[in-house]
């Protein structure tokens, strides 16, 4: 997280270990083949053109926009990091972080608290494994007992998928059980109504301001699209190479 700059991309060789087989990131293969089939396709047609970091930002864009979220332009023109840095995961907001720790980790790449409840909005998709939100279910921040925040109902659902076995630790759940594969605002509604997944979701609603922006975005959906939007191209600009920094990979596992 240097940047965007698809570091996330490279493989790791002899001479350095970097972020992908990360715990962060080794749970994305799918995501990081995708990203090569569409370098190749385009190393075919113009190569040396477009960088990893821009088919990457693209992508996220078109995943939005498939499962039913919002357009937004994509600036192009980023090139590609030359490096990898695995110590750098720990500037990526952990499931376990606390709401002051997470805005920090915003604020210190420019973000601010709108960007931090706006694009806690993409779990909206995608989903989790047991072994992120465990602890919530059985053993929360050392009580032994279960979360107090959470829906009881919601809670013995969740205990069916994650029992409190070791082996259960790579078992998944949805983000947002109710529209698991659609980019909507029900993931608002679900912090409201004490269902988020995560720690570091529901801590969304111990705090007056980013409760007040959970409210806004569950009632007004066109709200949380734009705001999104808006946040992502932010994001997209965070740490970038331009210029004649960096370089356009013909491969996005390989520094050439």
């Known amino acids: 997280m240097k940047g965007c700059d698809a570091s996330v991309l490279l493989d790791d060789t002899d001479d350095f270990k970097g972020e992908k087989n990360t715990v962060v990131n080794r749970m ?7 990203i090569d089939y569409i370098k190749e396709d385009l190393e075919r047609i113009c190569p040396l053109t477009v960088s990893c970091v821009d088919i990457l930002t693209l992508a996220a864009r078109e ?3 498939l499962t039913g979220g919002p357009f937004w332009r994509v600036p192009l023109g980023r090139r590609d ?6 110590k750098v995961i720990a500037q990526i907001p952990s499931p376990f972080d606390s ?3 997470i805005t920090a980790k915003f604020t210190s790449k420019g973000l601010d608290l709108m960007d931090v409840v706006a694009l806690s909005g993409a779990h909206t998709i995608g989903s989790a494994q047991c072994s992120t939100f465990k602890r919530r279910l059985f053993n929360f921040q050392g009580t032994g007992q279960p979360d ?3 829906d009881a109902s919601f809670l013995s659902n969740l205990r069916q998928t994650c029992p409190n076995r070791a082996d259960a630790n790579s078992n998944r759940a949805p983000l947002d059980p109710v529209t698991a594969y659609r980019f909507d605002n029900a993931y608002f509604e679900n912090l409201a109504s004490n269902t988020g997944l995560l720690e570091s979701d529901q801590a969304l609603m111990t705090d007056p301001d980013t409760a007040d922006l959970v409210h806004i975005y569950r009632m007004y959906p066109r709200f949380f699209f734009h705001d999104f939007a808006n946040s992502m191209v932010k994001l997209s600009y965070v740490g970038i190479l331009t210029g004649e920094e960096g370089q356009i990979r013909q491969n996005c596992r390989f520094v050439y």
């Open 81 to 86: 990091g030359t490096t990898s840095d695995p």
């Open 28 to 34: 994305l293969p799918l995501t990081f083949e995708v």
């Open 63 to 65: 995943a939005v926009l």
């Open 148 to 150: 107090p925040s959470m």
């Open 99 to 101: 709401l002051e720790t």
